[in-house]
């Protein structure tokens, strides 16, 4: 249908939103863990093997979009549709550096990755203090950068839904909705 979104792009969209809300919540659940015990090693092998396998959809999604375009914007004030463009953009970003961040920092630390905790990658890094607590850092604060992203995201789309009343959302979603 034109102006939709192809079923790929529908499917990865979704896929990586939800798997990257519930690596949120993850990833900030884990400060509930108390430090140098056996449970948060566990788990934060967990985050990191979960948030490899969201960083390779992510690579193949950003693949994928590159040689397909998307649909051509909806009609919407010139501003709006930059703001939309900048936005998707600045998410692509924030969906790169979170996962290579996370996965910079693993190397620069002794503990390196245990994949499931079963199989352990060895960091091809030195343990570096100050390089872990750069990339950490940087994890960390694009954690909130990215969410803050998500929810104007998701005002924007409650806006076209509630107020413009305009396709926006069927485009992105191959419900009922969509094919009407
Ligand atoms: C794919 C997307 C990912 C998201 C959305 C994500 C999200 C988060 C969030 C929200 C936190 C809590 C930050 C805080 O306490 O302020 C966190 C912590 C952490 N993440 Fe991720 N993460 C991702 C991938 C990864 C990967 C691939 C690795 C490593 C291979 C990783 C390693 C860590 C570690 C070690 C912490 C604990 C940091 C600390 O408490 O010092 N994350 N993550
Ligand atoms: C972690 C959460 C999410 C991320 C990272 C994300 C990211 C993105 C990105 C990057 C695009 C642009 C796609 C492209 O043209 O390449 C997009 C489009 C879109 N997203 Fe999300 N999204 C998330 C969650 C959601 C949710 C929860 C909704 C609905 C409630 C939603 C609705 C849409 C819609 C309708 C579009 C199409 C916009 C248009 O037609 O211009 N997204 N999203």
Same mark, same amino acid.
């Given at each position: 249908? !034109?102006?939709?979104?192809?079923?790929?792009?529908?499917?990865?969209? *979704?896929?990586?939103?939800?798997? =990257?809300?519930?690596?949120?919540?993850?990833?900030?659940?884990?400060?509930?863990?108390? $430090?140098?015990?056996?449970?948060?090693?566990? *788990?934060?092998?967990?985050?990191?093997? @979960?948030?490899?396998?969201?960083?390779?959809?992510?690579?193949?999604?950003? @693949? *994928?979009?590159? $040689?397909?375009? /998307?649909?051509?914007?909806? /009609?919407? !004030?010139?501003?709006?549709?930059? +703001?939309?463009?900048?936005?998707?953009?600045?998410?692509? +970003?924030?969906?790169? @550096?979170?996962?290579?961040?996370?996965?910079? +920092?693993?190397?620069?630390?002794?503990?390196?990755?245990?994949?499931?905790?079963?199989?352990?990658?060895? /960091?091809?890094?030195?343990?570096?203090?100050?390089?872990?607590?750069?990339?950490?850092?940087?994890?960390? @604060?694009?954690?909130?950068?990215?969410?803050?992203?998500?929810?104007?995201? =998701?005002?924007?789309?409650?806006?076209?839904?509630?107020?413009?009343?305009?396709?926006?959302?069927?485009?992105? *979603?191959?419900?009922?909705?969509?094919?009407?």
């Amino acid at each position: 249908m !034109p102006g939709q979104y192809t079923r790929t792009a529908m499917v990865l969209h *979704w896929l990586i939103a939800v798997l =990257l809300i519930g690596q949120f919540a993850f990833g900030w659940l884990l400060d509930e863990i108390p $430090r140098n015990t056996p449970a948060r090693g566990f *788990w934060i092998n967990q985050h990191k093997s @979960v948030g490899l396998v969201i960083g390779i959809l992510i690579l193949l999604r950003i @693949v *994928w979009r590159l $040689r397909h375009a /998307p649909p051509p914007p909806l /009609p919407m !004030p010139a501003w709006q549709r930059r +703001a939309a463009h900048a936005s998707h953009l600045a998410m692509y +970003a924030c969906m790169v @550096v979170m996962p290579l961040s996370g996965y910079l +920092a693993s190397n620069f630390s002794k503990h390196g990755i245990k994949l499931f905790n079963t199989v352990r990658l060895a /960091p091809w890094g030195s343990d570096d203090k100050l390089l872990y607590a750069i990339f950490n850092q940087t994890h960390k @604060v694009t954690a909130v950068v990215f969410a803050v992203l998500i929810g104007i995201h =998701l005002l924007a789309v409650i806006k076209h839904t509630l107020v413009n009343h305009d396709r926006l959302l069927a485009r992105m *979603w191959n419900g009922a909705s969509a094919r009407s």
